[in-house]
């Protein structure tokens, strides 16, 4: 059977109930025509008052103002490439609290950080949208799609989990060091000239949820290693492309359509990294950890393994698959973010060499003349370094419109009506870019995270965590990674490049799932050492 046919006949599993296998009498296909018959005028009936509210505007009284959507499609068709932007600009016709519909689901999108932080903290909002192609594609499990009890389990297993194994913890700042220096090598390598840091930095951060994850990291050149990385990066992509297949599931059967194979390699990607995870999970199962210092050396697997032990195995949700889905979570949210945040990173660092400079002077201070890389407890002294860092952040708005929340139950928000089970966003990239809130909202200026005495802090429209009960759980590592990725970066190189170049990339934000930057060339010239 082929992938599709395999694909294809699981769908119809999953939706289908089974048909029942004895024969029909006549009287029996008589009657169940008639049913049919009866079925489909309900259903057409159905349709035409639907098409009728919706034309008339929206499905719910007092429902947030936006722009008239069409019959089947609501608002799909305006989101135009860049829909953070486009639903930042209907804001500013419609208000703060935008209306939409994704086809037939209402869709709010928040852009008040008062309103965000109230609507996020609310338990009735800790959903995320059940679409049938997204249960398809992750059957509700794993942490980032999870809802309910079982998210609430594994969401707190990870996050205590990450804190014991890895948070103030040296061995993970030595782990996150390794990297850096190895990164470090081998730009030097390139003694100036222009290249592409997006492999080097892709490679490097993914070692570190590897070293959390797995218990071990992969040397750049394995083969194994870059096959995975290619892996997550594919499967983000994909994800992306096929945004509109979960308002319309049928555009993936659609012969001449690009959906039909971007479906069928979304699934081969999954595959690929399920078998992947599954075979380190089965390495672990027959390999005893190895012992550091007379310690164990834990690892999330090794963590998830022994929780699973303690657990009652009849009602257990700790089980193979469930570790699968939040091992590619971990991955899938820890990798892309952390890699394209530090290529913002280079990028506004060479388009503002006046704030580069400043950070030359900052580091060369608190360093002296010692060969050493910067460490966490240099933060506290190297405050404009990690002022320009959360610049970098807001700049890059890496999740523009964060992710999709959804809420239980029917509830108001701005004194709007808002009906159960909605996709609920915020609009991070408008929530970053407004000059409302920020003194240079296009340029990097670090003095918009300093205080008049010269002390970090977080304005109220810094979003790029998101926040409320699902912010990132990676939040301490993302942090704690792309300080000393950042810091250790510019504070070893001069980086320049084309300014035109740059200038390019980021008038063209890609403000996907992600805002990973366009391809681009950098320079990095060696400095102090
Ligand atoms: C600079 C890097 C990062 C950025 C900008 C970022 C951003 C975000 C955002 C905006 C969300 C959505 C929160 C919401 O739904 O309201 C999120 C969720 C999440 N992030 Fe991150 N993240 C980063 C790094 C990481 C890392 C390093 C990890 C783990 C290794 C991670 C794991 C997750 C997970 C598992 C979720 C889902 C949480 C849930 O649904 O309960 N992230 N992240």
């Known amino acids: 059977m082929s992938l599709r046919e395999e694909i294809l006949t699981e769908l119809h599993r999953y939706n289908q109930e ?13 009657m169940a ?74 869709m709010v999108v928040l852009h008040d950080p008062a309103t965000v932080r109230k609507v996020y903290n609310d338990e009735n909002v800790t959903g995320r949208p059940q679409t049938q192609i997204l249960n398809f594609f992750f059957k509700n499990r794993g942490i980032v799609m999870a809802e309910g009890q079982l998210w609430k389990e594994h969401r707190r297993f990870a996050l205590s989990t ?42 490097a ?27 997550f990066a594919d499967y983000m992509a994909l994800v992306n492309s096929l945004l509109p ?55 999330y697997i090794t963590a998830y393994m022994e929780e699973k032990k303690k657990q009652d195995p009849n009602t257990t949700t700790f089980d193979d698959e469930q570790l699968m889905f939040s091992i590619v979570n971990l991955f899938t949210g820890g990798t892309e973010s952390s890699a394209s945040t530090l290529l913002w990173g280079m990028i506004h660092l060479a388009r503002f060499p006046d704030v580069q ?14 060969k050493r890389l910067v460490i966490l407890s240099d933060r506290g002294q190297l405050r404009y370094t990690d002022a320009a860092l959360q610049d970098v952040q807001r700049l890059a708005a890496m999740a523009p419109l964060s992710l999709p929340h959804s809420n239980f139950e029917a509830m108001e928000i701005d004194g709007y009506n808002i009906p159960a089970r909605s996709f609920i966003h915020q609009n991070i990239f408008s929530l ?5 809130y920020w003194a240079k909202p296009n340029e990097l200026y670090p003095e918009h995270f300093l205080d008049e005495n010269g002390d970090v802090m977080s304005p109220a429209a810094f979003m790029s965590l998101s926040v409320g009960k699902r912010s990132c759980l990676g939040e301490a590592l993302a942090k704690m990674e792309t300080f000393l990725f950042f810091s250790n970066i510019v504070g070893s190189f001069r980086i320049t490049g084309n300014k035109e170049e740059l200038d390019r990339v980021t008038r063209n934000m890609t403000l996907g799932i992600l805002n990973s930057p366009l391809p681009f060339d950098i320079q990095l010239i060696p400095r102090r050492w």
């Open 357 to 370: 400079q400043k950070i030359h002077k900052e580091i060369d201070a608190v360093l002296g003349g010692e």
């Open 162 to 203: 990450l804190r014991n194994l890895g948070m103030g913890k040296s061995w993970l700042e030595d782990a996150i060091l390794d990297e850096v220096q190895e990164i470090i090598e081998q730009f030097r390598t390139r003694e100036g000239a222009p290249f592409d840091a997006r492999r080097h930095l892709t490679l």
């Open 432 to 436: 970053h870019y407004d000059e409302k």
């Open 245 to 299: 297949v979960q308002a319309f599931p049928i555009l993936k059967d659609i012969p001449c359509l690009k959906y039909q194979k971007l479906f069928d390699e979304f699934m081969v990607s999954i595959k690929e990294i399920g078998g992947f995870t599954n075979e380190m999970i089965e390495e672990h199962k027959t390999k005893v950890p190895e012992a550091k210092n007379g310690m164990i050396k834990q690892d």
């Open 33 to 106: 025509s008639l049913s049919i018959f009866f079925l489909v005028c309900a259903a057409v009936l159905l349709v035409i008052s639907y098409l009728r509210k919706l034309l008339s505007g929206s499905t719910t009284k007092n429902f947030p103002p936006g722009p008239r959507g069409l019959p089947i499609l609501g608002n799909l068709h305006q989101m135009g490439k860049q829909p953070s932007r486009t639903i930042r600009d209907m804001s500013k016709i419609y208000g703060p609290t935008v209306g939409l519909h994704l086809g037939s689901t209402p």
């Open 18 to 30: 089974q048909l029942p296998t004895s024969a029909f009498s006549l009287y029996e296909l008589k």
């Open 205 to 231: 951060v993914s070692n570190v949820v590897c070293a959390l994850v797995f218990g071990r990291r992969f040397d750049h050149n394995d083969k194994r290693f870059i096959r995975l990385c290619n892996m």
